[in-house]
C-alpha cells in the first residue's frame, strides 16, 4: 500500500515506535498491567499539559474519538444549571449541537466562521444572564483560529462560571495552561497533535470538580465523566473495556512528547508551520487569516482564482499527499495544511515542490490567469536535496 504523507490537521503520520506499541502483548484491562498503564498515561497527560500543582488535575482516558470526550464534557459537567457555547466556526456549532441534546436550554453567542469573539460581547451576556458553564473550542479548526482562552477564563471566573475547553486540535502543538486561564475540563485526542492513531480522547480537570460531578443526575451512560472519574480512582481502570492496544500506542506518542520536550514539541510544530507557511507565500498563496492568530498546528489557505479543490487534491493524491478542504461557508473557497505528526523538513519541501506542481498543472490547464507564480524559477531550490526537480512552466 501507498504511504500517504498525511498534511492535514489529524490524522497524522505515527511515529514508528507506535506500530511497535501498538502490537504489544495481550492484556486484560481488569489486570494490574492495565491499571499501571492507565496510572503512566494520565501522568503524562498532566505532564503534556505542565500542571504545576499536580495533585489538582486528574485526567481520564475514553475509548471514542475527541467528539466523545466533548460530549462526556456536555454531558457530565452541566446538571441543571445552563451552560454557554461561544461558537465561530464548525467546532463551535457542534459543541453546540451536542449541548442541545443534552442540555436543552443551552445559550449561545456565534460569530461568524474565522472572526474572534467580541469579549465585551461576552461579558455583557454574562451580566445579564446567570450562566454556569461556558464552553468553547481553543483551536477552531475549520479557519485554524486561536480562540483566547485566558480572557475568556477570567470572564468566567468573574461570573462564577466553570470554563471548559475543546483541545482537540491544539493539544500537542500549543500551550494550554489549565491553572492560570481557570479551565474547569479540557478535552484532547489521540490523533491529531498528540500524533498517535485515532479512537482515544481524553479529558484533564480539576479533581475538586471532577469530585463535584456525581452530583449530577447522569445524562449518558458511556461517557459519564462522573463513572470514569470513579472506576479511575477506586481501582485505576475504565468503566469498560478500553481500547488498549491504542492506550499502548497513545501512551508512547506522549512519551515521544516528553522525551522531545514539551516546549521543544511546540516549537517544533511551530517551525514547520513557518516553513510551510514561507513556502506557499512564495507561491503567492494568501491565507485565510493573519499568521498571530493561527494555530501552530495548521494553516488555512484561500483557493486562489478558479482552482477546483477537489481536483488540486486529487494532484497532490497522486504524489501521495493529504490535503484537507474547507468545510461549511469555507468549501470551495480555502483548503488546509496540517503539520504534525512524523514530518521531516524533506517532506515539507517535497510537499511545496508538488503543490507547486500542481498549481502550475492546473494554471496550464485552462486557468492561466488566476494563478499568479512569482518567482517561479528560484523559489523552492532546497540547499541540499533536488530530488523533485521542477520542470520550467513555459516548456
Ligand atoms: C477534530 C475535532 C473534533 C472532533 O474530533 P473527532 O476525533 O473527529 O471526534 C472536535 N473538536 C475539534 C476542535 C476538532 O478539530
Wanted: proline letters at 4%; aromatic letters at 8%; glycine letters at 6%.
Amino acid at each position: 500500500m501507498k504511504k500517504y504523507h498525511l498534511f492535514t490537521p489529524g490524522p497524522v503520520n505515527v511515529a514508528t515506535n507506535l506500530r511497535m506499541a501498538i502490537s504489544k502483548p495481550d492484556i486484560c484491562h481488569r489486570e494490574p498491567d492495565f491499571d499501571a498503564l492507565l496510572v503512566s498515561i494520565e501522568q503524562k497527560i498532566l505532564s503534556l499539559f505542565q500542571i504545576k500543582k499536580r495533585n489538582e488535575f486528574r485526567a481520564v482516558v475514553i475509548t471514542g474519538s475527541g467528539t466523545a470526550a466533548n460530549e462526556a464534557m456536555l454531558s457530565s459537567v452541566v446538571g441543571t444549571g445552563n451552560v454557554l457555547i461561544l461558537s465561530n466556526g464548525e467546532f463551535g456549532d457542534r459543541l453546540h449541537k451536542t449541548s442541545l441534546i443534552h442540555n436543552p436550554d443551552t445559550h449561545l453567542i456565534e460569530v461568524p466562521w474565522g472572526q474572534p469573539f467580541d469579549l465585551q460581547i461576552i461579558e455583557t451576556y454574562l451580566i445579564k444572564h446567570k450562566i454556569d458553564v461556558i464552553a468553547m473550542v481553543h483551536h477552531e479548526t475549520c479557519s485554524g483560529m486561536l480562540n483566547q482562552l485566558e480572557q475568556t477564563g477570567a470572564l468566567a471566573k468573574t461570573h462564577g462560571a466553570l470554563f471548559i475547553v475543546d483541545g482537540v486540535s491544539s493539544i500537542g502543538a500549543e500551550p494550554v495552561d489549565m491553572e492560570s486561564c481557570n479551565i474547569a475540563f479540557c478535552s484532547s485526542s489521540s490523533s491529531k497533535a498528540i500524533g498517535s492513531y485515532p479512537g482515544l480522547s481524553f479529558v484533564i480537570g480539576r479533581e475538586k470538580q471532577f469530585q463535584k460531578l456525581k452530583f449530577h443526575k447522569a445524562k449518558s451512560t458511556y461517557l459519564n465523566l462522573a463513572t470514569f472519574y470513579e472506576f479511575l480512582t477506586s481501582r485505576s481502570q475504565t468503566p469498560n473495556t478500553p481500547a488498549v492496544p491504542l492506550f499502548f500506542a497513545l501512551e508512547q506518542a506522549l512519551t515521544n512528547i516528553l522525551t522531545e520536550g514539551v516546549v521543544n514539541r511546540h516549537a517544533t510544530i511551530r517551525r514547520r508551520a513557518h516553513d510551510l507557511r514561507k513556502g506557499m507565500r512564495k507561491l503567492n498563496l494568501e491565507f485565510l487569516i493573519d499568521e498571530q492568530d493561527m494555530c501552530s498546528a495548521l494553516t488555512t489557505v484561500r483557493v486562489p482564482g478558479l482552482i477546483d479543490v477537489a481536483t488540486l487534491q486529487s494532484r497532490l493524491r497522486e504524489s501521495a499527499i493529504i490535503i484537507y478542504a474547507g468545510k461549511g461557508c469555507f468549501k470551495g473557497k480555502v483548503f488546509q495544511v496540517g503539520n504534525i505528526g512524523e514530518i521531516t523538513d524533506l517532506d515539507i519541501v517535497f510537499f511545496l515542490q508538488a503543490l507547486q506542481k500542481a498549481l502550475i498543472d492546473l494554471m496550464i490547464d485552462g486557468n492561466a490567469t488566476v494563478i499568479p507564480i512569482r518567482e517561479t524559477n528560484s523559489m523552492l531550490k532546497p540547499a541540499t536535496h533536488n530530488y523533485l526537480d521542477l520542470e520550467p512552466i513555459a516548456s
